[in-house]
């Protein structure tokens, strides 16, 4: 078997067999098949497509190249929740403890941001001393002792996909739905949870731009799920302001903390509650949504929720005294203000300028070397819908440094459209 003749039918459009894809993928895992090749191909799937069985077949593969997570000897249904990726996506901060006081058990693989996109672990690791970095040993007794534990992806986990995606990155061949769904299915696969729900976003803040997409990509997902026996279903969430009011990591910790303590902006308890609901009926905590939602409720307004948290954290050897502060986490001590010009009406606050803004005053990475500053970030004032005068506030930018910051207000501000009410 060649790879020049594996590129070559995948560029008429031909669809490949079981075993040119696992030769792909055990040629790209070992190092063996060199990265133009390897791009080649990305490209072509990118043109012609794959068949639904080829999506499957690949993500298999790319599943089982390299260490697979036996979650079995853990009690109770194991449901994970994935997201497509969002600004402002701090769910899986207030999902996993709200879970896991409502008895359900989370064990969750997540990743560090990169691009626009924040990640769970730089979010979490905002936290004094908490470590993302635990051995099988510790996180599996973490989940049998208080019912939730959240690492980073360790690099034996579809040691495939991170090459290929390494690849997408830099070829522009990321936005092409067999490929995403196959990565993002495979490390779910991998993760051995019996159950997924995933959060599909789509808007000018998300991977998939229309809702149209963002439907065909969850179907695809949901499909390869199910084939391999998981059950599943998803969420569509729209990604075109940012969720909740928060974006950065130690900002967006603090949000999360106000919710598990009963507050909280209502776009980011609505999708955190229709993506919990799916989690306790996947999870046979509860028969309806109904029951699910009176679960949580009761769970956040008695506080376990938010002791969970507590027991998260110094499990993971952080500081939890930051719970008890008014403050909460400290942000960062160069601040800006992004003020209204006219009256109106906000119609418009674009999540990719907001963050792109959070990027440039340091909350994320444009390379995986590239080091976070924790309490860099933007707290978006006034969302879609809400009345404002000339001179209020629509933001307040955080950094380190003075150096840009007036760039970033500037850039901050495009991302607010008002339109007067008259008009």
């Known amino acids: ?26 040629g790209v895992t070992s190092g063996e098949i060199p990265d133009y090749q390897t791009s080649a191909l990305l490209m072509a799937i990118c043109f012609k497509g794959m068949t639904d069985e080829e999506t499957a077949e690949l993500t298999l593969a790319m599943a089982a190249s390299g260490d697979e997570m036996d979650l079995s000897h853990l009690s109770g249904i194991k449901v994970d929740k994935h997201s497509t990726g969002g600004i402002g996506d701090k ?98 696969l ?16 998300a991977f998939m731009k229309t809702e149209e997409d963002a439907k065909k990509l969850a179907t695809i997902m949901v499909t390869i799920g199910e084939h391999c026996g998981r059950r599943m279903d998803y969420v569509i969430s729209d990604m075109e302001q940012p969720l909740g009011q928060a974006v950065g990591n130690s900002i967006e910790v603090n949000e999360a903390v106000r919710m598990l303590k009963g507050e909280g902006p209502q776009d980011l308890r609505e999708v955190v509650f229709q993506l919990g609901a799916k989690m306790l009926l996947l999870g046979d905590i509860v028969s309806t949504e109904e029951e699910a939602v009176k679960l949580m409720e009761e769970h956040l307004s008695d506080g376990s929720a938010l002791e969970k948290f507590r027991e998260m954290i110094r499990c993971q050897g952080g500081d939890a005294s930051f719970l008890d502060t008014e403050e909460l986490l400290p942000l960062a001590s160069y601040t800006k203000e992004i003020l209204a010009t006219e009256d109106g009406v906000v119609t418009k606050v674009a999540a990719d300028i907001i963050g792109h803004t959070a990027l440039d005053l340091g909350a994320g990475r444009t390379t995986k070397d590239d080091a976070v500053d924790p309490g860099s970030g ?12 000339k001179g209020e506030v629509l933001a307040k930018i955080y950094t380190s440094s003075e150096d840009g910051l007036l760039e970033a207000q500037k850039e901050c501000a495009g991302a607010f459209v008002i339109e007067g009410q008259s008009r």
């Open 190 to 205: 991998a993760s051995g949870s019996d159950a997924i729900v995933l959060d599909v976003k789509y808007g000018s803040g």
């Open 378 to 389: 933007v707290f978006v004032c006034k969302k879609v819908g809400d009345k404002v005068k």
């Open 91 to 188: 769910t899986t901060l207030i999902l996993g403890p709200l879970m896991a006081a409502c008895h359900l058990p989370v064990v969750k693989m997540s990743g560090r941001g990169l691009g626009l996109t924040g990640g769970t672990i730089d979010k979490l690791e905002a936290i004094p001393n908490l470590s993302c970095s635990l051995s099988m040993e510790d996180f599996f007794h973490q989940v049998e002792e208080i019912g939730v534990a959240v690492a980073s992806q360790t690099a034996s986990l579809a040691p495939c996909d991170k090459k290929l995606y390494a690849l997408r990155d830099t070829t522009a061949t990321v936005d092409c739905i067999p490929l995403i769904a196959s990565s993002i299915m495979s490390k779910k």
């Open 1 to 26: 078997m060649r790879m020049f003749d594996i590129i070559d039918k995948k560029k008429h459009g031909k669809e490949l067999t079981r075993e040119e894809i696992s030769y792909f993928v055990k």
